[in-house]
């Protein structure tokens, strides 16, 4: 039923593996192996046309002329503005969603599910013309909450449909025995529920962290100008109609992939934690 371990293959299995293994890895990372080198070559590079071999020289001030010729400070600081409360927001909104329709019984428990569910297979795409005349309407359009709420309103079906399997898994006897000990419910949620919901909390933290500060599409329909906008769409107005300053945007790009990557070591225990917890017994 389940593939055995390479240890375990032939021996013509185990070699073609070492061999694929590394050659996979390459070609994984060229493009972000790509980007880096670019961020280090001076634009003399690129002007003669070397854009793929090795850099004449080591440019690091192109880490420094980043923040000269744009405002990446500030775009930064707009992507940390919209991340951090669509992270808290969502997973918040699904925790108390994912708990009523994981612990209570209603009629329509399993309608209201996949209306979530649902909300996960409708293609972001079509939503770009009533979402931005939405916001224009509710004076929205263009400030990093309107961004915000809009991340959170799409985010929240995703994270209910896994903080909700997630709590099916857990020991409905623990609320049980609670709730024969009289807690309230909202107590059960706090002090049972919700501790247990750590791996769960720290894979979703990490998840939406990662889905919004990269996010480039609604960063560009609903923002625009440097007061508003993230790092991904603020980074595409270093290129001008005449003009591409690509050793400029691989710098910016390495800054703004530091954050997620920065998230995801401080959080990696409890994240490999939430992926795995029920994968066995």
Not at 12 to 28: E, G, H, K, M, T
Not at 107 to 127: D, K, T
Request: with cysteine; charged share 10%; hydrophobic share 60%.
């Amino acid at each position: 039923m389940f593939p055995r371990p390479i240890q375990q293959a032939p021996a013509p299995a185990r070699w073609l593996y070492a061999v694929a293994l590394p050659v996979a890895l390459l070609l994984w990372l060229f493009p972000l192996l790509g980007v880096a080198l670019t961020s280090l070559r001076p634009a003399s590079d690129l002007a003669q046309g070397n854009y793929f071999g090795m850099p004449s020289a080591i440019a690091w001030s192109n880490y420094v002329e980043i923040f000269r010729q744009s405002p990446i400070a500030r775009y930064m600081l707009n992507s940390l503005w919209v991340t951090v409360p669509t992270v808290i927001g969502s997973i918040a909104l699904s925790l108390m969603a994912g708990f009523a329709l994981a612990v209570y019984r209603f009629p329509s428990n399993l309608i209201v599910f996949f209306l979530f569910v649902a909300g996960n297979f409708v293609p972001f795409q079509i939503l770009m013309v009533p979402v931005r005349d939405m916001t224009l309407q509710l004076g929205m359009y263009d400030t990093w909450y309107g961004l915000a709420l809009f991340h959170i309103a799409f985010q929240t079906g995703f994270c209910t449909l896994f903080m909700r399997n997630f709590i099916r898994a857990l020991p409905f006897e623990l609320i049980e025995a609670a709730r024969v000990e009289g807690v309230a419910e909202w107590r059960i949620f706090w002090f049972i529920v919700l501790p247990l919901m750590r791996p769960a909390i720290a894979a979703l933290s990490v998840l939406v962290f990662t889905f919004i500060w990269n996010d480039f599409f609604w960063a560009t329909v609903l923002t625009q100008g440097p007061d508003t906008q993230p790092i991904t769409a603020g980074l595409s107005a270093l290129n001008g109609q005449w003009i591409a300053q690509w050793h400029l945007v691989s710098a910016g790009s390495i800054l703004a992939a530091l954050p997620p990557v920065l998230m995801f070591f401080l959080m990696q225990r409890h994240f490999i934690a939430g992926l795995t917890l029920g994968a066995v017994k």
